[in-house]
């Protein structure tokens, strides 16, 4: 049935029955925790076989054996030995397979499973858990090394990050589940890393040591986390019930799809794109996110639309070389989230200002730090170039239904914004004033068209105070959503 779309009249408005715009069919979720496909129930040929009633029979047998070597778990409860740093060091191309029931347990005395520099590592049908890493660091993959690939896992349970990542990294069908940090911390020191594919996952209930409040403002949680990744697939995964983000990518990362997960009852956002580049997304189902830190905001009397997709200071950049061009999102279904797409950007956050939170780091533009400084950064090319900027974002054909009696809400949980605030800071700054406000809401291509919206949605521009109406929002001067249609009528 077409909806109503509410047409800019200067006062009360006429209404008008458009068409529907497509958007993807529901994806179902990736069930591997619970139904998890079970490993080989024999030793397969030329596999060396490990027994779990020999403690630290895997790490001595992996020490013992050339590289390429297939190692077969028993089923059973494998152990290390008692020492904090015992861990399994495996050879180029080392491949361990898990039997039904295999498990290497930490018992929570060693720190890490596995680490090591060596690279095309492949894990499948092995549980993994107990592992006490400390903030910051990984369980598996703990030096993040290149080419592992890690399918049918099960990785949980464990403080820190269950899982690193290095380049080329391949993670499918596994479970990543109620990890004391991250389900997976992908970073790599010293460097980017690139070409990683993280499908069919289940990504489940992890920072189970709430880090956010133990650090506050640390931006250490999530259900993923990614860093300075050029180069991702996301797609397919069943991203829910983590405490903070379902997934975050922070600081320089480009050319990511995100496509076909099903992003829900994270307590913070679903997606949260912060100082970052390119990115497509496209064709998830979003619902039922950012309940508890939305609302905790709110209840505070906080303004700031806080949303379930977030970009921050992230935009699409024809100069950094990506699959596109732009960040695009399309085709996705938002359900009773607290409140919908916010594109932000922070006056005062730039490449060599005190208020950039990722300190020492500059844009894909400007290398150098130092360079983004008086008098320079006040002229073209530094003036754009050394700022992270939300630009070329384009919102469209997307469905977002809000039903406030589901949410629980009756205000701040009803905002779809493009702002950013007044600039002030450092003295030097050329952004302060309303200059980035302007920018972000009127000139840096940013668009939503085509989109369907039911509930009782209003708009956010140029900055917190500034709410609108759909009639408000499709008029002079924003002139957002043309093509689109509301209903305010339903959804509570």
């Avoid at 991250?182 to 010293?190: P, T």
């Avoid at 130092?370 to 006040?378: K, M, V």
């Amino acid at each position: 049935m077409a909806t109503l779309a509410l047409l800019a009249t200067g006062c009360a408005g006429t209404q008008e029955a458009r068409a529907e715009p497509t958007v993807a069919p529901a994806t179902p979720p990736a069930r591997v925790c619970a139904e998890p496909t079970a490993g080989p129930a024999t030793a397969p040929p030329g596999a060396v076989t490990v027994d779990p009633a020999v403690v630290g029979d895997l790490a001595a047998k992996t020490r013992s054996h050339p590289r390429g070597t297939t190692f077969w778990l028993r089923p059973g409860t494998h152990r290390l030995p008692p020492e904090r740093y015992s861990q399994v060091i495996p050879k180029k191309g080392n491949r361990y397979l898990g039997a039904p029931g295999a498990v290497l347990d930490g018992r929570k005395t060693n720190q890490y499973a596995f680490g090591g520099s060596a690279p095309d590592v492949t894990l499948r049908h092995l549980t993994v858990q107990g592992f006490v890493a400390p903030h910051n660091e990984g369980v598996v993959n703990h030096d993040s090394a290149d080419g592992w690939v890690i399918e049918h896992a099960k990785i949980q349970y464990n403080s820190g990050a269950g899982l690193m990542a290095g380049d080329r990294q391949r993670v499918r069908a596994s479970c990543l589940r109620g990890n004391g940090q991250y389900g997976m911390n992908a970073y790599q020191a010293g460097g980017r890393l690139s070409g990683l594919l993280v499908e069919g996952n289940e990504i489940v209930a992890n920072n189970t040591d709430d880090w956010e409040r133990r650090r506050p403002g640390c931006g250490c949680t999530a259900g993923i986390k990614f860093w300075a990744v050029d180069g991702a697939d996301v797609r397919g995964n069943w991203v829910h019930d983590n405490r903070g983000a379902g997934l975050w990518a922070d600081t320089n990362n480009n050319d990511f799809r995100i496509e076909g997960n099903v992003l829900e009852a994270n307590d913070g956002a679903a997606l949260i794109y912060e100082i970052s580049y390119n990115a497509v997304i496209r064709e998830n189902t979003i619902r039922r996110n950012n309940w508890v830190e939305g609302r905790r905001y709110a209840d505070r009397g906080d303004s700031f639309p806080f949303a379930t997709v977030y970009l921050s200071e992230s935009g699409g950049e024809p100069r950094v070389r990506a699959r596109t061009d732009k960040i695009e999102i399309y085709r996705n279904v938002l359900e009773d989230n607290w409140s919908g797409i916010t594109l932000w950007e922070n006056a005062d956050r730039f490449c060599n200002s005190p208020a950039n939170t990722s300190s020492g780091t500059c844009t894909l533009l400007v290398r150098q730090p130092d360079r983004c400084a008086r008098p320079g950064i006040a002229t073209a090319p530094l003036y754009t170039d050394c700022r992270w900027r939300t630009q070329r974002v384009d919102v469209h054909h997307n469905r977002f239904v809000l039903d406030t009696s589901v949410v629980g809400c009756t205000v701040k949980c009803d905002r779809m914004a493009v702002l950013a605030n007044y600039g002030t800071y450092p003295d030097w700054s050329p952004y302060q004033g309303e200059r980035v406000a302007e920018a972000i809401t009127h000139k840096q291509r940013n668009r939503w068209h085509d989109n369907v919206y039911v509930g009782p949605w209003k708009f956010v521009a140029h900055d917190p105070s500034r709410v609108l109406d759909f009639g408000q929002w499709q008029g002079t001067p924003y002139h957002q959503d043309t093509g689109s249609t509301l209903d305010p009528r339903a959804g509570g």
